[in-house]
């Protein structure tokens, strides 16, 4: 199947996913599989589609033809043996397509080869490989076809080699299934290999997915890791993790992390015209260092150079929103109506339901009147505070109460502040 890359919508640097039916890898966790159930191999039309040269202006085919990366592949692992016959066909296709390709791979024996034909083609080729314990006897059970981690740290090393950059997966990281200091001496041997870097995400387990999950299967996992995996919030584990790998200097990026990473600066050389992710955006402020966000600031960091997008038409732009919270497209007929990913983007910067807005990132705070309203623009959208800090819900910092400066609230809405009692004066940085 070959599609919008949706669901990573602001998270992820690909524009376009084509994942090739169904994965031989059988992976416990795999979210494809509990979505989708069996995935049928649409290679035949996804080929078609990937060869057609008309003047169709879909969003998808835009993105083709201005040269946005390609992720192989999100939903399955291209190079499971199942899957070459399908991913050989595709290379095929997208040698001649010269787009950057992101490979999202556990390996396979058939994986050098698919790398060096791209390569050889003139292709910009990034390597993601997922790594999801040290111990084979844990990666058995939780990844029963998958190759060894052994020949995942060779296959990076190999990639390095060959000028390839690559980064790895702690995807999902779970403390179960790295005992002592086995993520530790996973790390050191990764980055001996050759990676550049880490990214990160814990396992979450929706409630739909656990009613429909057989008892053997969450005998496999383990009452602990089902328990914790229940649990939306990053663990305490979890970012603790994150936070030493950082203090050690590696480079790491988690999803709505509250810090400025380099993470991806690293992949863009390659990767080219990398859509635009929310970390883009936390990095501008975090060089600024406090001060008042507003949409337009966010719309305009990071869309710089994709100007063109906000404005396309197109009947997709809904269901960037439908892909990330179903409830809050269902509910409303205001967002089913999006003709513009610009439309799009302010939803998300508005809506504190979709998972990938930032308001959900602890870098900001909401800015809030003295009734703990938000403050807004002439054009209603939110805004934002940031001081460098870490602001959970814990210590009650989820919110600003901010008495805005004359000019910069002139600049932001195009009228005079309203003076309010008892909030908070501070200097807006400029």
Request: charged content about 25%.
């Amino acid at each position: 199947m070959i599609d919008t890359f949706k669901g990573e919508f602001l998270i992820h640097p690909c524009a376009v996913d084509v994942s090739v039916g169904g994965c031989g890898y059988h992976c416990l966790y795999c979210f494809a599989k509990k979505r989708k159930g069996k995935r049928p191999n649409t290679v035949q039309d996804d080929i078609r589609m990937l060869k057609c040269d008309t003047k169709s202006k879909s969003l998808m085919m835009e993105f083709l033809k201005r040269g946005y990366p390609i992720c192989l592949s999100n939903r399955t692992d291209p190079f499971s043996d199942s899957m070459w016959p399908s991913t050989s066909a595709m290379i095929d296709v997208l040698c001649k397509r010269k787009n950057p390709i992101l490979i999202q791979t556990k390996g396979g024996k058939h994986a050098k080869e698919g790398m060096e034909r791209l390569q050889k083609a003139g292709v910009p080729v990034v390597l993601y490989v997922t790594i999801t314990s040290n111990d084979p006897e844990i990666c058995k059970k939780i990844e029963v076809g998958a190759p060894p981690p052994k020949e995942r740290v060779e296959l990076i090393r190999w990639a390095a080699k060959h000028g390839i950059p690559s980064m790895v997966g702690f995807n999902p990281m779970v403390e179960q299934w790295w005992p002592k200091r086995s993520l530790q001496t996973m790390e050191k041997r990764l980055l001996d290999a050759g990676c550049l870097g880490f990214l990160e995400q814990k396992l979450f387990l929706k409630p739909t997915a656990l009613k429909l999950m057989s008892d053997a299967t969450k005998a496999l996992f383990g009452e602990d890791v089902i328990e914790e995996a229940a649990r939306k919030p990053n663990g305490p584990w979890f970012v603790e993790q994150v936070k030493r790998q950082m203090k050690s200097g590696y480079h790491v990026f988690a999803c709505s992390q509250p810090w400025p990473t380099e993470f991806y600066e690293f992949f863009k050389p390659a990767l080219q015209k990398c859509m635009p992710i929310n970390q883009d955006f936390v990095n501008a402020c975090a060089a600024r260092g406090e001060g008042i966000a507003t949409f337009d600031q966010y719309r305009d960091t990071m869309f710089s150079g994709h100007e063109w997008m906000l404005a396309h038409q197109t009947r997709e732009a809904d269901k960037y929103i439908l892909c990330r919270n179903r409830g809050v497209w269902k509910g409303s007929r205001r967002v089913q109506s999006f003709t513009t990913l610009l439309q799009t983007v302010r939803e998300f910067w508005n809506n504190k339901r979709l998972a990938s807005s930032p308001q959900n990132n602890l870098f900001f705070q909401t800015v809030v009147d003295e009734y703990d309203k938000p403050v807004k623009d002439e054009s209603g959208n939110i805004m934002l505070y940031f001081d460098g800090a870490v602001h959970s819900a814990r210590t009650g910092s989820r919110t600003r109460k901010e008495k805005l400066c004359v000019d910069s609230c002139r600049t932001v809405s195009g009228s005079k502040p309203t003076k309010r009692k008892g909030a908070a004066s501070k200097r807006c940085a400029k």
